[in-house]
């Protein structure tokens, strides 16, 4: 209920009624109180009055408790003003800002009525920063490449090798992302390699990277993730420096991946081109200042700049829920300074800053643009590529959650999952070519034995495949693996942990449970046949004979008709027999009753009907109306 905001235009007698009963509750209250300093109890009331504010802004209707703890009240002390004022509300209920300013009043509070901030919209705001306010900011750096040309060797030799002195004693955390010094200067490294990630965080609209580290092992040459990395950095619009690893090997050769890069695109400096090439040996850590240095100098090309003082604003890089510390989340920090105490809306998952971390366990309070840090306040785990950005009102930000979270649900269910029992009609609507299973299960006899057994189903047109087999519960990762896959779960003789049930309840994952091979079986197989494409059947609904006929242009020839037993339907197939001949078998194209297009019309009704492409329809034909039904194969 939210209350009326005044007491509606009250008689004179009931105002002064009301007065009485006011004045009669503060005589009670101070007696009580009174009562309870003499007893040598607290002054409640003063030591609440102390720091009760002068002043307090509301931005809308909130609930009697929370406007009570904004104005340091109890709440059955505001819900007695409010009787009073002929407002009847309980703690959960929600009351306007008119009878806030009432209730404020009476404690000698001004009431500051804010209009509500437009939550989506400090979120997707691009605040313009002043150009006095920018200064430079590190680059951030992803680096990629094929499998094994050195990747990782790389992001480890560039970490080790350049720790600061000061620092050299934290002990490395792996957040996710990390910083390093050349001279007076710092990069910012991403710590997982590879495009996929990269492209990730790109899906869900997080640019990141500054500068692509494409790595090539000279005695390999260019590969097809090599070609897939250049596409992905292209395609994010982000400058690539070639990593020409691996040249300590005596096969090493520089120039031909030079040439083959070039075939892509990149072409070297030296070769009349823009692309800078660094030879490297991550192993033997060589060539790594050079690459570094390469690195400020294009990130000096570009004028990477950020405000620090401007909202706070980042990209959520890993997150994860730490049994200690709850969900903790490394956020690289993009525009302004993000600090402990702030409030931050994350995805779907707000919170006040706790604490932050960075990679070398340090603690720190406040952190710039381009700073990778850990943090923890969430209430929830965000997902990688989430954006952050900083709020003033924790109200505002749980406002904007919630309603992003709604949202999300909502789409969520708009996706079809596959269910066993919803298969048939999913692959009836083409949804599904290939059913595909988890199958988990106690003993690996019990694995073998079902993956064997159900691989052997086999059924037209449909394929069973089982996308993942294991010994053991099921888990969180076999429902991600599942939802991305639309697969189902069959759990034999296990059961899912906590996390997988709730995550499979979010990502609405089937998850089936047995004890006896047969019944996975038969079950399966019956979905299977229902897979299978439905024999039809006709089943007759009715019939009506043609009493006028009229020919309309446009409209073709009309059948004035009465139904005789059962019903016409508009979607109904139609067959005209003339003395005891079909002569024509089709659909029926519009139906009506009078002026008015109808669904449906029973026996004994008249009703005028076009056929689809019919025309040559004769008074005292008789038309019978079907409809084709799916018969489940047996
Ligand atoms: N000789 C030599 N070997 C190297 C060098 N860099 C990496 N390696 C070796 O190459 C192999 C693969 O290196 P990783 O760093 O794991 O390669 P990666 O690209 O991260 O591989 P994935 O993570 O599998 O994609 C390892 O055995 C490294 O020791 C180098 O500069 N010289």
């Known amino acids: 209920m939210t209350a009326a905001a005044k007491p509606q235009s009250p008689m004179a007698r009931k105002e002064k009624e009301k007065d009485r009963e006011r004045e009669e509750f503060d005589r009670k209250e101070r007696f009580n109180e009174e009562k309870l300093i003499q007893r040598g109890g607290p002054r409640r009331r003063d030591a609440r009055q102390a720091d009760v504010p002068t002043s307090v802004t509301v931005e809308g209707p909130m609930t009697v408790g929370e406007f009570a703890k904004l104005i340091r009240r109890e709440a059955s002390e505001v819900i007695k003003k409010l009787l009073f004022l002929g407002i009847m509300a309980t703690i ?46 590190p680059p951030v750096v992803t680096i990629m490449g094929h499998v094994d040309h050195g990747k990782t ?4 030799a560039i970490r080790h090798s350049n720790v600061t002195e000061t620092e050299a004693g934290g002990i490395t955390q792996h957040i996710g992302a990390y910083q390093v010094e050349v001279g007076d200067r710092k990069i910012t490294f991403l710590d997982t390699p590879g495009h996929e990630a990269f492209t990730t965080m790109r899906a869900r609209g997080a640019q990141v990277t500054d500068i692509c580290i494409l790595v090539v092992a000279a005695d390999d040459g260019v590969m097809p993730q090599t070609i897939e990395a250049i596409s992905h950095a292209k395609a994010a619009n982000v400058p690539i420096i070639v990593a020409v690893n691996k040249i300590d090997k005596p096969d090493a050769n520089p120039d031909r991946v030079k040439q083959e890069l070039t075939q892509h695109g990149l072409v070297p400096e030296e070769w009349g081109g823009d692309t800078i090439f660094v030879n490297i040996s991550a192993l033997k850590r060589q060539g790594l200042d050079e690459l570094l240095e390469m690195v400020l100098l294009l990130a000096d090309i570009r004028e990477l700049k950020a405000n620090p003082k401007a909202r706070p604003r980042g990209t959520v890089i890993e997150a994860k829920l730490d049994r200690g510390r709850g969900p903790v989340a490394t956020v690289l920090v993009q525009n302004g300074t993000l600090k402990v105490g702030d409030i931050v809306v994350a995805g779907t998952t707000y919170g006040r800053v706790r604490a932050m971390v960075n ?18 306040g969430l209430n929830g785990v965000p997902s990688a590529g989430d954006l952050f950005v900083v709020y003033d009102d924790e109200r505002a ?17 708009a996706t079809t999952r596959v269910t066993l029992d919803d298969l048939y009609r999913q692959i009836r609507e083409g949804n599904i070519k290939e059913f595909n299973v988890i199958v988990k ?4 006899g019990s694995v ?20 993942h087999r294991a010994v053991g519960a099921i888990t969180e990762s076999d429902v991600a693996l599942a939802s991305a896959s639309n697969a189902i779960i069959i759990g034999f003789n296990v059961r899912p942990d906590a996390n997988a049930k709730r995550a499979a309840e979010t990502e609405r994952v089937e998850i089936r449970l047995y004890r006896v091979i047969y019944d996975v079986i038969s079950e399966l197989e019956s979905a299977m046949k229902g897979l299978l494409e439905p024999e039809f059947k006709e089943v007759t609904i009715g019939h009506a004979e043609v009493r ?44 009506k009753r009078f002026k008015d297009d109808v669904r449906e019309v029973a026996a004994g009704f008249e009703c005028g009907l076009t056929l689809e492409r019919f025309n040559d329809v004769k008074v005292g034909d008789v038309i019978e109306f079907f409809k084709m039904e799916a018969v489940k194969p047996q």
Do not use: W
């Not at 990679?359 to 923890?376: F, H, N, W, Y």
């Not at 073998?448 to 996308?467: D, T």
């Open 153 to 156: 060797t790389l992001l480890d």
């Open 548 to 591: 006028q006929v009229f020919h309309i242009s446009k409209v073709g020839t009309v059948c004035g008709c009465y139904v005789q037993d059962g019903k016409v339907t508009r979607d109904a197939q139609a067959r005209l027999i003339r003395d005891g001949i079909v002569v024509y078998e089709g659909k029926v194209d519009s139906l």
């Open 448 to 467: 073998e034995a079902l993956v064997h057994s159900i691989e052997k189903i086999e059924v037209e047109g449909v394929r069973v495949k089982v996308i």
């Open 397 to 413: 930000a749980r406002n904007l959650v919630e309603k992003r979270a709604n949202r999300e649900r909502e789409q969520m269910q």
């Open 441 to 444: 299960a106690d003993v690996q």
């Open 359 to 376: 990679d070398r366990g340090k603690r720190l309070k406040e952190a710039g643009p381009s700073t990778p840090v850990e943090i923890q």
């Open 92 to 137: 959960n209920q929600e009351i306007d800002t008119d009878a806030m300013e009432l209730i404020a009043s009476e404690y000698g509070i001004t009431l500051e009525v804010k209009p509500p901030v437009d939550e989506e919209a400090i979120d997707m705001l691009v605040e313009e920063d002043r150009p006095e306010d920018l200064v430079p900011r």
